[in-house]
C-alpha cells in the first residue's frame, strides 16, 4: 500500500476541505490505520429526513472470508459541531441489520454492511468482504447513513469538522467450546467432579447461565474461582453466543486518534507522559494540543520520524483502554470468550499455546499479556457485556479496576510467579499476582470485542461436525451413493497459523491457506461386498509429490488414513501419485495381507485442479464388520514445493507426521450398515 503522504498538520484532529460541488460538503478527515486498515476521504452530502451520507475510502492488506470464518473493519466516526466544542459520537441510521438501505459501495472489492442496533447500537458498522476468499480490501466511495438529525448543535450546511476511524476485527462464530482443561495450567477452570475422579475440561453448552460450584456437572476452578452453588449470569458474556474481537490490541496510532478526539482535561488523564511518551508524542498547547505515533529511523513521507501507528500500544492502565473501547463503541471481551477466541472447537491440550483459531494476532503466543473480564471475581461477575457509547465514559456495568479481571496468555512474562507450562490457553491470573497497572511492558495490550448483531442471516454457528459420542453409519452400496464428507474450510485446516492471511504480514511464515482452489476436498465412503472403498476428490492448484519411497510420500501431496477396530491395531495407510505412478504405503497396521490386497488409483488433472483418490480396503483384512464400531480418520496434505505445508483434516487427533503418534480415541466413530 502507498504511505499516507505527510502534510503539515498529520496530528491535528481535523481540518476543512473545500467542497468538491455546491451539494457536496466535505469535512475534515483524519486517515486512521489499524494494522494496515484507513479510513480515507471522508466526505457528507446531505439526505432525506433529517439524515447525510457519508462516504469513504477502505483500505486493508490481510482480509479473508470463508464460510463464517471472517474478518471485517469496525467503521466509526467523530463529529465536531462546534469549533471550540468537543467531538461527538456519529450515529449511523439503518431499516436493517445486514446491508441497510443507503449503505454500499462505487468500486473495488465488493463489501458487505452489519449495522447493531438498540441503544447501544448504531454507533459504528461493521464493513466485511461480501465474497469468498482472501486478501486485500481496497474499495472507493463507501456509503453509510448518519442519522443528522441527533446530532446536537449541527449546522444545516453540514460545514464541520469529520473524522473517521477503523479498527480490525475478527468474527469468533457462535457455538460450543471447552473451557479449562485437565492439565496443570494456573488457577485453571474445569468441570467439577466427585472425590477421586480426574479433571476435565468443561463444555459449554449454551449461552447460560452457567452453573458454577464444586458439584460435580458444574464450571468450576482450581484457584481464583467462581462462587460456589451460583452461576454465571445469562448475560456475562459466556463466549457461546457469536462476538467480534479486536484482530489486534490497541494500537499507537489508535490510542493518538482517541487521545486527538477527547476533550483536553479527559486526554490529560489518559496519557502518561512517562510511559505512553516514550511512543506517542504530545505536541502543543491547550487547545491545540496534538498526539502522533513515534518512531526512530528518518522518513520522507512524515518528515521527522517512521510511524509506529500499527505497534501495540504499551502503558495502557485497565481505565485507558476501558475508555478507548468505550469511545470506539466496543467493550471489554471477557475471559470466556478470551479462552473461546483461543481454542474454538479444539479440545485442550497439554501446553496449549500458539494462534488463535479463529485468526486474531498475537492472542495467545507467549509474549503478550491481556486483562479479559474475570468470571472469578464478583466484580467481574457483574458485567453484563454492555458496549460503548462513543464517549469515553463507560458503562456502569464494567469492571472499574483490576479488581474485575484476569490476566491472561503472557505464560513468558509472568513466569516470575509461575512457569512456562502454568499458563498456556487455560492459566489465569489474579491482578495480585502479576504486573501492576501502567506496567513498563511494551508486549503487554487492551483488547476489545463487540457482541455479534442478531439479524446477521450470512454468520451460521459453527458445530462439531461429529457430535461427541456420535456413530456415523456408512450405507452398504455404491460410494457414489453413499456417505459424502466435505473437509474445505478453516476449521479443517492445519497448522492453524496457515489458515488466514493474517497470519503471513510479517512475512515469515510460508504462504497461508487461501481458499477452495488452494485445496479442498470431499470424500464418499460406501461398502461394497467385502471391501469398504473410499472415493476422495481433492480441488488443489498445484499436484507435487516428489517421494523416492513409499514412506516418504507423507512428505508431499497425498491421502493418508488412520483407523482401528475396537480393542486391535492402529492402521496408518497413505496413498498418492509420484514420479513413479500411483503409490500405496503402510506405516502402521499387521502383516503385509493389506498391501496385497488392496486396490487403488490416483488420477490427476492439471486442468482442472483435481486430483482423484480411489481404494477399495478389504473388510476382512482391516477386521472390520456390518454392525461393529470403529474410528476412523482421513487427512489430505498439500506440498506445492514446500514441503507439508498444510493439511486437511476430516477430525483431530491424526498426527501430521505418520511417524508421529495417532490419537485413534479423538477419531470420529463409524458402522458399517447392516
Known sequence: MTPHPPGADRTSAARVRPALCAALLVAATVAARGDNLRIEGVQAVPGPAGTAILSFDIDWEHSWRHGSFHDAAWVFFKVRPDPAGDWQPVRLRADRVLNPTGYGTAEGTPLEFIVPGGADGLCGVFIRRSDEGAGPVATRRVSVVWDAAATRGLPADLRVPLAGFGIEMVYVAEGPFLLGSGGNECNRFHAAVAAGQPQTAYLVTGRGPIPTGRQPGRLWATGFAPEDGGAIPTEFPGGYGAFYCMKRVITQGNYADFLNHLPEAEARKRFYADGHGHWIDRAGEPPNTHYAASGTPPSPWFGRRASQRDQSCPWLSWADGAAFAAWSGLRPLTELEHEKACRGLLEPTLKERGPSYFGVIDLNGGLLYERP???????????????????????????????????????????????????????????????????????????????APAGDAAMQPLLPRFAPGAVTVIPRADPGFGLRLRIAGPADLFPVRNRFQSFDYRGTLEQPWTGAPDLDATIELGVDGSVLRLVAEVRDDRHVNAAQSGEGIAAGDCLQIGLRTGQGPTWRLGLARTA???????????????????????????????????????????????????????????????????????????????????????????????
Open 580 to 674: 513413479a505412478g500411483t503409490v500405496f504405503h503402510q506405516w502402521n497396521g499387521v502383516g503385509d495381507d493389506l498391501l496385497r490386497g488392496v486396490e487403488c488409483s490416483v488420477d490427476r488433472n492439471d486442468a482442472r485442479g483435481l486430483t482423484r483418490y480411489t481404494a477399495a480396503l478389504p473388510l476382512a483384512v482391516l477386521g472390520l464388520a456390518p454392525g461393529v464400531d470403529f474410528a476412523l480418520n482421513l487427512q489430505v496434505v498439500d506440498d506445492d514445493d514446500a514441503g507439508q505445508r498444510h493439511t486437511l483434516r476430516l477430525a483431530e487427533g491424526i498426527a501430521t507426521d505418520p511417524a508421529g503418534s495417532d490419537a485413534p480415541e479423538r477419531f470420529p466413530r463409524f458402522r458399517i450398515d447392516r
Open 373 to 451: 473480564v474475570a468470571a472469578g471475581s464478583a466484580a467481574g461477575r457483574r458485567f453484563a457485556g454492555t458496549h460503548g457509547r462513543g464517549v469515553p465514559q463507560p458503562p456502569a456495568d464494567w469492571p472499574t479496576d483490576l479488581e474485575g479481571v484476569a490476566f491472561r496468555g503472557d505464560y513468558l512474562h509472568m513466569r516470575e510467579y509461575t512457569s512456562v507450562d502454568h499458563m498456556g490457553v487455560a492459566g489465569r491470573m489474579k491482578q495480585i499476582s502479576t504486573h501492576a497497572d501502567r506496567r513498563a511492558h511494551p508486549l503487554g495490550g487492551w483488547r476489545g470485542g463487540r457482541t
